[in-house]
């Protein structure tokens, strides 16, 4: 049988690039060679497309860049001409494929951008569509579509730029909204901490909404939820979904950074989490719920935080982190889905939901 072509997309214009390129690393030394043929097209920090022919090794370090056998590469949104244009040195062609699996987290990959490109191209795209993307991406829009699903998040305030004409007034209005500190201070549209803060008082406040407007237009204020942090991977289309039996993070760091996500590596990781059967069964119906609810499909990890007496959606990641030390990979892994396996799944979703329409 003819090998399915695969499209690859790593890196990209975001904050999480070098993340991105970690788990492309593990993606691509994992699909199964027999039944995929891989195209990996690499996108630099800067947002240039390029079709990289070289070696896996060289994409964790990011020197794929500088490879002179790269060449410009885009996907063609032509649905009749469809594919990747590939712009070589002997003029451009297309590179047909059959399904594209963008391993890009944050903004510009994991926003629905790119599956919004894939749907005008006509091109099966592994995990979530173009709509249930952009809802997980922006954690003002998910709190709202959840809080219409019935389902617990912690109280927010979604604030937009103009508040910095007067922030004093903005910050009075926060507190009485939230009822007091601590706060978590968060861009609505970012991923792995990157500009997310703690702020105790007013001081950090202020300072903690300065930074995470550094990252874009909107940004989440929310409550801070005292609890264990809980993740939780889902598999599937449509109803058809399997909720993994959850993991627990305990932070190496004051909260879940950054550095303590992807740095320092002394986080703990607890499969399973360290909470009662009747937290997790409740826990795993509240993922699948939530992953419904947005409209996903493919896969997403779901992130809660278990407190004494409830159960506190925190966030959907709809491309979780797929390096050797991601929660997504190990908790499908520990329900019997081994990593090479749980590729050929993602892509087989992909395809199937495109032949369903
Ligand atoms: N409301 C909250 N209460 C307590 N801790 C929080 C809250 N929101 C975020 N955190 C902490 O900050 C980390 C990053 O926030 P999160 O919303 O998950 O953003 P990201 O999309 O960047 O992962 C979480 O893993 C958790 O440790
Ligand atoms: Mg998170």
Redesign the pocket.
């Known amino acids: 049988m003819a090998k399915i072509k695969i499209a690859v997309l790593f890196g990209g214009a975001s904050s999480e690039h070098e993340v991105s390129l970690v788990s492309a690393y593990s993606v691509l030394n994992n699909i199964p060679q027999d039944k995929y043929e891989v195209t990996c097209i690499g996108i630099t920090k800067k947002g240039h497309w390029m079709y990289y022919p070289g070696e896996y090794e060289h994409i964790k370090t990011g020197e794929w860049e500088n490879d002179p056998d790269c060449c410009t590469a885009v996907i063609s949104p032509d649905s009749l001409n469809k594919g990747i244009i590939v712009m070589g040195s002997d003029g451009a062609y297309i590179r047909r494929v059959d399904a594209v699996f963008p391993v890009l987290h944050g903004v510009n990959g994991e926003d629905g951008t790119v599956q919004g490109l894939c749907a005008l191209a006509g091109l099966p795209c592994v995990g979530c569509d173009m709509t249930s993307s952009a809802v997980c991406m922006d954690?003002s829009i998910t709190h709202t579509i959840l809080d219409t699903a019935g389902i617990k998040t912690?109280k927010y305030v979604c604030i937009q730029r103009d508040v910095l004409g007067d922030i004093e007034k903005a910050c009075d209005d926060i507190e009485s909204r939230l009822g007091g500190y601590p706060m978590?201070v968060?861009p609505a549209c970012?991923?792995?901490?990157?500009g997310?803060s703690?702020a105790a008082d007013r001081e950090a406040l202020r300072a903690g909404i300065k930074v995470a407007f550094a990252h874009g237009n909107k940004v989440v204020i929310?409550?801070?939820?005292?609890g264990k942090?809980v993740e939780c991977a889902v598999l599937g289309n449509g109803t058809d979904l399997i909720a993994s039996i959850p993991g627990q993070?305990t932070?190496a760091e004051e909260?879940?950074?950054y550095d303590a996500k992807y740095k320092l590596g002394t986080s703990v990781l607890d499969i399973p989490a360290k909470i009662t059967p009747e937290e997790t069964e409740k826990l795993r119906a509240i993922a699948k719920q939530a992953f419904h609810a947005v409209g996903g499909s493919g896969f997403a990890r779901v992130?809660f935080?278990v407190t004494k007496d409830d159960i506190i959606l925190?966030?959907i990641?709809t491309i979780p982190g797929f390096t050797p030390i991601s929660m997504y990979p190990k908790l499908m892994d520990n329900i019997g889905i081994p990593y090479p396996e749980l590729l050929d799944r993602l892509i087989q979703l992909a395809l199937e939901r495109y032949s369903e329409g």
Do not use: L, Q
């Open positions: 954690k912690a978590f968060k970012a991923g792995s901490s990157v997310v703690r929310e409550t801070e939820i005292i942090e993070i932070p909260f879940y950074d992130d935080f925190n966030e990641n």
